[in-house]
């Protein structure tokens, strides 16, 4: 049963929201691949990387955001960042709040649990809340400062931001 909803999460596909995908380039490889070589700056090569700090970014800030128009960026799942992005989804689940919607709340909801790709899917469309609303708490921070990923160590000063 935990295996498979292991399986299933790291099965999960990679999405970005349209409307902040053009604030996430200005830090962000989200093509997968760089096709201009003029590229201005760059501090994260993909958006597998992307996604994991917009999602911590989100669950410290707080911060969700629904309704968005997602577009896939990729189908591969999460086998290479697997610790990373369940790391992230049991932080997810340690919210009471959570919990609650999921209905992990008690041992007798949870053992009534039976379809794990519904459970996954709950899991994912979260995590997309959460993540889309670190990259808007990302793109509210820089509005205000400008310069905020100018430092190499810009990662630091993004999590005093949600301290």
Not at 10 to 16: A, E, N, V
Not at 23 to 29: M, P
Not at 42 to 59: H, K
Not at 124 to 133: Q, S
Request: with cysteine; charged share 30%.
């Amino acid at each position: 049963m935990a295996n498979e909803l292991i399986q299933s999460i790291l099965g999960h596909r990679l999405h970005i929201d349209s409307d902040l995908e053009e604030f996430s380039k200005q830090i962000i490889n989200t093509e997968g691949y760089i096709k201009d070589k003029t590229f201005k700056k760059m501090l994260m090569q993909t958006w597998y990387d992307g996604y994991l700090l917009s999602l911590y970014v989100g669950i410290k800030a707080n911060t969700r955001k629904s309704g968005s128009k997602k577009t896939e960026k990729s189908n591969r799942g999460w086998i290479s960042r697997k610790k990373q992005y369940l790391y992230l989804i049991s932080l997810l689940l340690a919210k009471p709040e959570v919990q609650i919607e999921l209905n992990l709340d008690s041992r007798e909801t949870i053992k009534k649990i039976a379809d794990m790709k519904f459970l996954s899917d709950s899991i994912k469309t979260i995590c997309d809340e959460y993540a889309f609303g670190g990259l808007q708490f990302l793109k509210d921070e820089h509005e205000k400062d400008p310069n905020l990923f100018e430092d190499p160590f810009f990662v630091e000063n993004v999590k005093e931001l949600i301290s």
